[in-house]
């Protein structure tokens, strides 16, 4: 029994020692391992770190032309915004100089509304001081506003009734203007006097010294004349004989009554006869001597008063008739 345990003892022994050994071995390696590693070690970092170093240059560089990029980009979206911020900060001063203005504008108005209630009730209260007027006086009141707006009234339709003649005179003008525009001006004239429309048509051009006769020349402008007067169906039309201050004296013609009746009798019969001018639109009448155009001193006035006269006018009927009508 002792003998199996010493056996025991030994083997237990051998074995311990032996794995003591391999232990010794073992620790050994693992310390030339970590030396080898050590002395590895700066080879293996000293490589990383100059390729890390090199990325981190490149890096770096690229952040900085980046950041060069945004830099101006964003200096100019910061002048952009300033000179924004300074046109809006302009519209907002003119804005507020309108509201100002505006507001000032309320306030006066605030202040004409004010006296004008304060104004109607002053206004009422007098009304009411003057209920004192009997009936009889307040309808004679009402009686005589009514007559003041029917004249009112009245004044008004005249006036329009005025300027309607006036246009129509106007594009009668126009007319006889645009028809005897071939007519030498020293020889007819057209123009607008009291109201009316007067042509005026030379001696030289109507009539033969001393003679009554229409020239063919003057045909020709009483046609003309004719055609417009003959789209104006609504006016009156009246012939005036004029001479100068020179007797005369024939055997047909006693003076210058006479020369000058002649002429407008013989200008109203071409009138009716070969232009078809309704005759109970037309009257001559001879004026003599006694209406000049211009002194009879001269040879250039004597001539200027040696005319015929034609004078469109409105009827009088009707113009009597519109009188009723407004009143």
Known sequence: MFQEHLYIYLFFKRFLSFEVKNLRRN????????????????????????????????????????????????????????????????????????????????????????????????????????????????????????????????????????????????????????????????????????????????????FASGSSTITPRANKVLSKVAKVLNDHKELDILVEGHTDNMPISTDCIIDNWDLSARRATSVVRTLQTKFKVSPARLTAGGRGEYYPKANNTSVKGRQLNRRTEIIVTPKMEQFFNLLSENK
């Open 27 to 206: 620790k050994r390696l693992i310390q030339m391992k970590k030396i080898y590693f050590l002395l590895l070690l700066p080879f293996v970092f000293s490589c990383t770190s100059n390729k890390k170093l090199t990325e981190l240059k490149s890096k770096i560089a690229e952040l900085e032309a980046n950041g060069g990029q945004l830099l101006v980009k964003s200096k100019a979206e910061l002048a952009d915004c300033q000179s924004l911020t300074t046109s809006l900060q302009s519209k907002l001063n003119e804005r507020l100089q309108e509201l100002e203005s505006k507001n000032q504008r309320i306030i006066s108005l605030q202040e004409e509304i004010d006296y004008l209630k304060k104004t109607s009730t002053n206004m009422l209260d007098r009304l009411s001081d003057l209920s004192v007027i009997n009936k009889d006086g307040a309808e004679s009141i009402r009686k005589s506003l009514s007559a003041m707006n029917a004249q009112g009234k009245y004044i008004q339709d005249l006036n329009q009734s005025i300027k309607r003649k006036d246009s129509l005179n106007l594009a009668l003008v126009m007319n006889l203007k645009r028809s005897l525009a071939d007519i030498n001006d020293e020889d007819v004239t057209v123009e607008v006097k009291k109201g009316v429309v007067y042509i005026s048509i030379s001696d030289k051009l109507m």
